[in-house]
């Protein structure tokens, strides 16, 4: 099941059917299902609290995933900070709405086993969201 929750915030512009059937369509490409996900879609604010809280990070960022995958079935918690989902959009020159979809999948290719932080790490990262982003609006 994916849930949808918000934090401080209102909810995003998503249709969530389509969202959530875009998110299965993507674990399944790596032979994933989905189990419990949970968006919690919030301002820079909680994003910043849960960064110190939990990671002991001093900073904002974009989203924090939280992995509870077990197997093959996909679960976890995925906090995203519209705010800063705003501030890229504007800094990186695209729409809201294609860099929410891009952290919104960021996340679940996270728990798809695909990390971004080591040694050619974020290459493989971009190009899986890119494909990702192609698989969007499939049937």
């Known amino acids: 099941m994916i849930s949808y929750n918000t934090v401080n915030v209102n909810m995003p512009p998503i249709k969530r059917r389509n969202n ?4 299965r369509r993507v674990a399944a490409t790596y032979g994933k299902e989905v189990g419990e ?4 879609f919030c301002d820079d604010e909680k994003i910043l609290e849960v ?6 990070h001093d900073y904002y960022t974009d989203i924090i995933t939280f992995d ?10 995925l906090f995203i900070s519209l705010d800063t989902v ?18 919104i999948i960021h996340g679940i290719l996270h728990l798809c086993g695909i990390n971004d932080k080591g040694p050619g790490e974020r290459q ?3 190009a899986a969201e890119n494909k990702a982003l ?3 609006d499939k049937a």
């Open 68 to 77: 509870y995958t077990e197997g093959n079935v996909l679960s976890g918690d």
């Open 86 to 103: 705003r501030t890229n959009a504007e800094q990186r020159q695209i729409s809201y709405r294609e860099e929410l979809d891009r952290v």
């Open 124 to 126: 493989l990262m971009e």
């Open 134 to 136: 192609n698989l969007r």
């Open 20 to 23: 959530s059937a875009w998110v």
């Open 37 to 40: 996900i949970a968006y919690i």
């Open 51 to 56: 960064n110190q809280q939990y990671l002991n």
